[in-house]
């Protein structure tokens, strides 16, 4: 230690050009070791401070090693801390860096560094410009490199300078990659300002808010879809009930039915119908289940079914879907032996177009065992109940007739209504375009035709076109509703719906 002290005296007085900076700098020799592999001058000296000199007069001059047996100088061009795998122990040898005057790494051409890595473990904290030369293949040819100090050079830094990418960045870290001579200096300061945390961003409440290089990105949290700014929560499936309403007409609002489920907010109710304002644009499976009929009470079996049908079709985002939930017809007060027809079940967009109608089925007088021409059809075409054969109902979206003796109301179609007696009850159901009231008596709202009170006919059911009404028959019932489907991937049957309301139900595809 002694002998460093000394020698430190010795080099002062030789140096004019020290400044008052660097007049309270010390290296200090290392003893036994020698930095290996950058040494690019080697000579014999009189003296260690000879070789100090030396290095002072090489700009790329780091550090030295000396060897006092042989009094041998090497110059380096690295510091040890800049390459601290090729400090190795050499008891002949000691090592000290250079101590005035010497260049940072990579601060001028003719000392490019390799690497970024290579600068910030030569300099450490005195790293402060942002830019610096390298040469990261050893080509000879030093290249100028701007960085932002924000960004502080990470591991994988090298590669992307290998890589000879003009402008390349990884992860929050920037550097630009400039050729040999540049012209327009970048300020990458404002390039990465994070605008997820900054406030800026346009995130909708319900995203997640990424940052990325200059920009960000907006993605909608589990159970929301959308573009990012704008989220909705995502829809997956919902029924669309009756809404507790019953008999001939239809629901007046929506209440709190739907609270707490998919559609919730997405639907008003007009004249008993329910309009949707679709979610999202997508595919949507749609299962539409007509309404049940009537029946009397000693009837062996309960009141004709509706139909279900199912399909899938393109729908778009905010486009309104028009659905009339058919209700079961019923049997009323003294007529305990007879019954309205069920309501059909339509699922229609925009200008009347009709994608799914499930038939409803037909009242039931009295009937000992199924019977096809009670319960709805999957073809377009009501039926005529029990006593005439299965599809002699409405066609093409009419309502049904209604036949014989003291007869009850035809179900209402899609485009018409059912027949009926002109006054009293026996009336034909309307159809979906005239409202799709239930007949009187007690056809169910979509198009049931209503029963002939005194225990008379029963009605037909509604649909896509109407079943027909019964005429007044120990054992009969009116026919079920025909029903409709414009999707793909049907699923159609016809029987399906026993003494319940019918319904809707959406699921969202993709
Ligand atoms: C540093 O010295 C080594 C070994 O002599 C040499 O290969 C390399 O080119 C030199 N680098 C610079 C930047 O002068
Ligand atoms: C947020 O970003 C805006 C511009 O994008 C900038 O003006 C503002 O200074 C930033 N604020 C903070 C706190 O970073
Ligand atoms: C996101 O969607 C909303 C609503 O559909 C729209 O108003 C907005 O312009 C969209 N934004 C982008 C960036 O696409
Ligand atoms: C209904 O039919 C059953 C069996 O056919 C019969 O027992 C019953 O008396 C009938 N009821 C009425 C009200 O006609
Ligand atoms: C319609 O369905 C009925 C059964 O409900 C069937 O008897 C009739 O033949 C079908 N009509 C056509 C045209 O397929
Ligand atoms: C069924 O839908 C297609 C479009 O998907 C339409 O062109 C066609 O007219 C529809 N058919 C009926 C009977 O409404």
């Known amino acids: 230690m002694l002998w460093i002290f000394r020698y430190f005296l010795v080099f002062v007085s030789f140096t004019n050009l020290v400044t008052a900076e660097d007049q309270c700098r010390i290296e200090i020799n290392i003893r036994g070791m020698a930095l290996k592999g950058f040494v690019f001058k080697r000579m014999t000296v009189a003296a260690p401070h000879i070789c100090d000199i030396l290095c002072e007069r090489e700009i790329t001059c780091q550090s030295y090693n000396f060897n006092r047996k042989e009094q041998i100088c090497e110059l380096n061009n690295r510091t040890k801390d800049a390459r601290p795998e090729n400090f190795r122990s050499d008891p002949a040898w000691f090592y000290i860096r250079r101590l005035n005057g010497r260049a940072p790494l990579g601060s001028i051409p003719k000392l490019p560094a390799r690497s970024c890595r290579e600068i910030k473990a030569s300099e450490g904290k005195n790293t402060a410009s942002n830019k610096y030369w390298l040469d990261p293949s050893g080509t000879g040819k030093a290249v100028l490199v701007y960085f932002s100090p924000l960004y502080p050079y990470v591991s994988n830094f090298d590669e992307n300078i290998v890589n000879n990418v003009k402008v390349h960045y990884s992860v929050n870290h920037f550097f630009f990659w400039i050729s040999s001579k540049p012209k327009s ?106 309404a049940s009929g009537g029946y009397g009470q000693n009837s062996v079996i309960n009141g004709g079914r509706g139909a279900r049908m199912i399909g899938n079709f393109m729908l778009t985002k905010d486009e309104i879907i028009s659905i009339l939930v058919g209700q079961k017809g019923i049997r009323g007060g003294v007529n305990k032996n007879t019954g309205g027809g069920g309501g059909g079940t339509f699922v229609v967009r925009g200008n009347n177009i009709p994608l799914i109608i499930a038939g409803g089925g037909g009242g039931i007088k009295n009937m000992s065992e199924q019977h096809p021409g009670c319960d709805a059809s999957i073809n377009t075409t009501g039926n005529a109940g029990s006593n005439s054969p299965l599809g002699s109902g409405g066609s093409n979206g009419h309502g049904g007739d209604a036949n014989g003796q003291s007869p009850g109301g035809g179900g209402g ?82 029987c399906f719906n026993s003494n319940k309301h019918g319904r809707v139900i959406i699921t969202f595809l993709q």
């Open 185 to 290: 200096i970048f300020t990458d300061d404002t390039a990465n300002i994070d605008e997820c945390t900054n406030g800026t961003h346009k995130c909708d409440m319900n995203a997640d808010c990424h940052n990325t290089p200059g920009s960000y990105k907006c993605t909608c949290k589990d159970g929301f879809q959308g573009n990012g700014t704008d989220c909705t929560q995502r829809f997956n499936t919902a029924v669309f009930t009756n809404l507790g309403k019953s008999d001939s007409q239809g629901p007046d609002s929506v209440g709190s039915h739907y609270t707490g489920q998919d559609h919730n907010g997405q639907v008003t109710v007009s004249s008993g119908i329910q309009l949707w304002n679709v979610p999202h644009t997508g595919e949507y499976r749609i299962e539409a289940v007509g």
């Open 413 to 494: 179609g899609f485009y018409g209504n059912g027949q009926g007696a002109s006054s009293g009850s026996g009336r034909g159901g309307k159809g979906y375009l005239q409202g799709g009231r239930g007949g009187h008596a007690r056809g169910g709202f979509g198009g049931g035709g209503g029963f002939r009170s005194g225990n008379r006919g029963a009605g037909g059911g509604g649909g896509y076109s109407g079943g027909n009404g019964a005429a007044d028959e120990q054992f009969s019932c009116g026919g079920g509703g025909g029903s409709f489907n414009n999707g793909t991937n049907q699923q159609n049957e016809c």
